[in-house]
Nanobody, 117 residues
Framework: QVQLVESGGGLVQPGGSLRLSCAASRPIFSIDAMEWYRQAPGKQRELVATITSIGSTNYADFVKGRFTISRDNAKNTVYLQMNSLKPEDTANYCC???????????WGQGTQVTVSS
């Protein structure tokens, strides 16, 4: 069973930075896209960023200019660099991978990010 393990979350002050990592326990063939979602208490889950198999990226408006998604295929890992963090960024962040023509997908368990002074 392939598992996705997120790491890098924690408590950070407003204006600070964190880098989240999501690593697959074993290689996954034919990845179509890797994504980061987040969900705050009482709110719906929202898409934060996507990177495709050819390296193109998309970002939610509320993180443009602050967050960067990247990947390392050799390490089976996707990253989310988060800068200029705001209290409203506080949420549980989960990675999501689609593969085999998006016929399959897998979710990570999530990592908590808390932005507070």
């Amino acid at each position: 069973q392939v598992q996705l393990v997120e790491s890098g979350g924690g408590l950070v002050q407003p204006g600070g930075s964190l880098r989240l990592s999501c690593a697959a326990s074993r290689p996954i063939f034919s990845i179509d896209a890797m994504e980061w979602y987040r969900q705050a208490p009482g709110k719906q889950r929202e898409l934060v960023a996507t990177i495709t198999s050819i390296g193109s990226t998309n970002y939610a408006d509320f993180v443009k200019g602050r967050f960067t998604i990247s990947r390392d295929n050799a390490k089976n890992t996707v990253y989310l660099q988060m800068n200029s963090l705001k209290p409203e960024d506080t949420a549980n962040y989960c990675c999501h991978i689609l593969y085999f023509g998006s016929r399959y997908d897998i979710w990570g368990q999530g990592t908590q990010v808390t932005v507070s002074s």
